[in-house]
């Protein structure tokens, strides 16, 4: 008889236990040539093999052979029938049933005993195993060699996957894939894993893996399926590994893709079955090897791990069986990156300061955690500071390559968008990016949704789009590769960068976007007529002061956003006509200068002028399709125009501490508006009347201002639901009075 051990794998580490193989067998018949051959090659074969040689004929096995036995997990029992017939063990008749007749005599005192033995053989006989007997037209060797190619088979199967060298807080990532696959209900589910390339998404599913295989007919742990499905020749593969896996070994010939989806459904429906398809591209990858991936035994389970979360919703995933595996905690990351740093748990003052800018830079990702303490393991603090410097310019290869395969399988539309916030918009608004972008003709809706989906840009408080600190290097690093020449790149983000390019006046058509800010209060000097080689320029971002006015900005602009310009534009020089958002806080612009009669500003959805100081009057902006007008702190503003009380679409209107205004559109009939705020105008007397279709107001903020009396039409403010009066001029709240 034949025991071998499947061997269970910790969350830490795969333990290895002492024996693989354990031959049992029966006195001296075949001690020293059939077992002892069936040893020995064994043996050559790298097993470790336990064999109890003092074990004389018709004694029983050892305790040694025993505890040997129980302390190992899984055993599977492969009986070899060696010159005696399994039907008369089965049945317990001729001559193997008249020698267990006299066995049983010798052991009369404890017939229970005896009753066991018969079952067992029985049982043991009614085992898939080998036969073999004089009549065989096989070698013995030969016979030998089918055992141990069938032993190396199994345990091939059956071997705990490698997951790797330190692993920190896997227990309880481990354990909520555990809870979500509800190990106790005998239904077949699936369960999706998604996250971010090198959060740890095929590491948790092989701990998950290794916990509980045993506990199925067959399992298959299926590696890089999205690489491996780009060729035809090598999804087959990915088919015939399952196969092989699951029916252990058994040989199946697959000549293409739909003959092989089809064999795995007929020959594993029947099956309880454990199956991880890990690093899954997109829903076509599922169904080549799973086909209608409907069809699984009770108590199966299948897990998908993916970058993809959209891939999970495709399969009809439940939601509540999808989980996000989210960076490590700050102090997870410190243990990891130091396990591979120093192979240790401690290490010396003098590298603290650099351990917390790499966990810093790393951001939680296990993936550069792991890279970066094995690149700078043994290396001196002088390297480590040169190291962390080349990092934050120039991401490692190995994690720019990982983090990268998501990006390289967007479409071309998905890209600019993804560059876009890598190197300009990341911290925005969602919905303000999504109005510039679909200018743009990127169809923003779906492009940021499917790019939330990969896991390459989240959404903080579900409004300012985000993303981890080394995809946003990633995006920026592909925008240097771009060229060695600034102008033939598209996107320009450093300001060393952009201040060469535009003091030297080097722009070009391939310009998307320049963002011109210093980390400190900076003066440049740039020609009027810098952007006039910058026809398709779309952002424009800056914070540095410039020496003379500008005359020309291109028409392709979307974005102008330019905080203490220092001088108006040129009056040669009007708003270009595209434009989404205009955000010039502390500047001196005028806007009767910039805003022309003549043209219909459609795309303008934004516009912010905070404390800007030479605004003394907001004129016909021409915008109708407006949602927001922030004109915080602008002190010397006096008066509104009266189109501003007609935007139909504007959502919010900020005048706050606007101490100077004194005159508002006689009516407001703005349809959309949500946010009215007025609080520090305390020269304004007189409130607007309110049109019957502005029912949207949401809220009304009066605090300080000189209001000294609300209009009887405030009524019609039906969605109403915060109004603040505190410090306001007036005296006796009621609506509609001619009270003072």
């Known amino acids: ?52 040689k003092d074990l ?23 009986p070899i029938f060696y010159k005696v017939n399994p039907s008369e063990i089965r049945k317990q008749d001729g001559e193997f049933g008249i020698a267990l007749a006299k066995h049983e005599e010798n052991f009369k005192d404890d017939i229970e005993k005896v009753q066991r033995w018969r079952k067992t053989l029985s049982e043991a006989a009614n085992l898939s195993g080998f036969h073999y007997n004089d009549s065989c037209v096989e070698f013995e060797f030969e016979f030998i060699q089918k055992v141990i190619n069938k032993i190396s088979t199994i345990k091939s199967n059956h071997m705990p996957l490698f997951v790797a060298q330190h692993l920190v807080g896997i227990d309880t990532r481990a354990q909520a894939i555990e809870l979500l696959l509800d190990m106790e209900s005998n239904d077949a589910c699936m369960v999706g894993i998604y996250g971010l390339g090198g959060v740890g998404k095929t590491t948790v599913s092989k701990v998950v893996y290794n916990r509980i295989t045993n506990l199925f007919e067959g399992s298959c742990f299926l590696e890089n399926v999205r690489e491996m499905s780009e060729k035809n020749s090598d999804k087959i593969l990915l088919q015939k ?16 893709i739909s003959e092989g989806t089809n064999l795995i459904m007929e020959r594993l429906h029947g099956k309880k079955v454990l199956l991880i398809l890990d690093d899954v591209g997109d829903l076509k990858d599922v169904e080549n090897l799973l086909g209608k991936y409907n069809w699984f035994a009770p108590g199966s389970r299948v897990i998908i791990t993916t970058r993809n979360k959209q891939v999970l919703t495709s399969l009809g995933i439940d939601h509540r069986r999808i989980h996000k595996v989210e960076e490590l905690r700050q102090c997870e990351a410190r243990e ?12 010396g003052e003098d590298y603290s300061e650099f351990v917390e800018q790499i966990i810093c830079y790393a951001n939680g990702l296990p993936l550069a955690l792991k890279i970066i303490g094995s690149d700078l393991c043994g290396k ?53 990016v999504a109005n510039i972008l679909d200018s743009c003709k990127l169809y923003p809706d779906y492009g940021i949704r499917k790019l939330i989906d990969k896991c390459l840009i989240t959404l903080e408080y579900n409004v300012h789009l ?46 998307r976007g320049i963002m011109l800010c210093s980390p ?36 392709e602009l979307r974005v102008l956003e330019w905080c203490e310009f220092p001088l108006s534009l040129s009056s040669k020089c009007c708003l270009p006509r595209q434009l989404v958002v205009l955000k010039m806080s502390k500047s001196n612009i005028i806007l009767e200068n910039v805003v022309k009669q003549v043209f219909q ?56 501490d606007c101490s100077q205004l004194q005159i508002l559109p006689s009516t407001l009939m703005l349809k959309s508006l949500k946010y009215l705020y007025l609080f520090g105008c305390s020269r304004l007397e007189k409130f607007p009347d309110i049109h019957p279709e502005m029912n949207c107001l949401r809220e009304l903020d009066l605090r300080w201002s000189g209001i000294r009396e609300l209009p009887s039409s405030l009524l019609y403010l039906t969605g109403l639901f915060h109004l603040s009066l505190f410090k306001s001029k007036l005296t006796n709240f009621q609506v509609g009075t001619n009270k003072s």
């Open 520 to 555: 400190k209060p900076t003066k440049i000097a740039l020609e009027a007529n810098v952007f006039k080689g910058m026809k398709n320029l779309k952002f424009l971002i800056g914070n540095v002061h410039i020496g003379e006015a500008l005359e020309y900005l291109p028409d």
């Open 466 to 511: 985000s993303m981890h600190d080394l995809l946003q290097q990633m995006g920026r690093e592909i925008t240097q590769q771009e060229s060695e020449e600034l102008q033939q790149r598209s996107r320009i983000w450093r300001y060393k960068d952009a201040s060469e390019l535009l003091t030297k006046n080097l722009g070009s058509n391939k310009i």
């Open 56 to 78: 004389q004929k018709g004694e029983e096995i050892s305790m040694e052979l025993l505890k040997a036995i129980e302390s190992s997990n899984g055993q599977l029992v492969l």
């Open 601 to 656: 500003y459609e795309n303008l959805k934004m516009i912010s002028l905070e404390s800007c100081e030479f605004i003394t009057k907001l004129p016909d902006l021409c915008c109708p399709n407006l949602e927001e007008l922030d004109l915080y702190n602008c002190k010397n503003l006096i008066e509104v125009h009266e189109s501003i009380g007609l935007l139909e679409k504007l959502k919010v209107r900020n005048l706050t």
């Open 336 to 347: 990891l990156f130091i396990k591979h740093a120093f192979q240790a748990s401690k290490y």
């Open 1 to 52: 008889m034949v025991f071998l051990t499947n061997e269970e794998a910790s969350s830490s580490s795969a333990h290895r236990w002492n024996y693989d193989v354990f031959l049992s067998f029966r006195g001296e018949d075949t001690r020293k040539n059939f077992t002892g051959y069936l040893y020995e090659a064994l043996y050559n074969q790298g097993f470790n093999i336990f064999i109890d």
């Open 241 to 256: 590994t399952l196969l092989s896996k699951i029916l252990h070994g058994t040989n199946l010939n697959v000549y293409n």
């Open 380 to 432: 001196k603090i002088h390297e480590w500071k040169s190291a962390l410097e080349k990092y934050k310019n120039i991401p490692h290869k190995n994690i720019q390559e990982i983090l990268k395969i998501s990006y390289d399988g967007l479409e071309n539309f998905e890209k600019e968008i993804f560059l876009d916030i890598a190197c300009f918009f990341k911290g925005y608004n969602k919905d303000d």
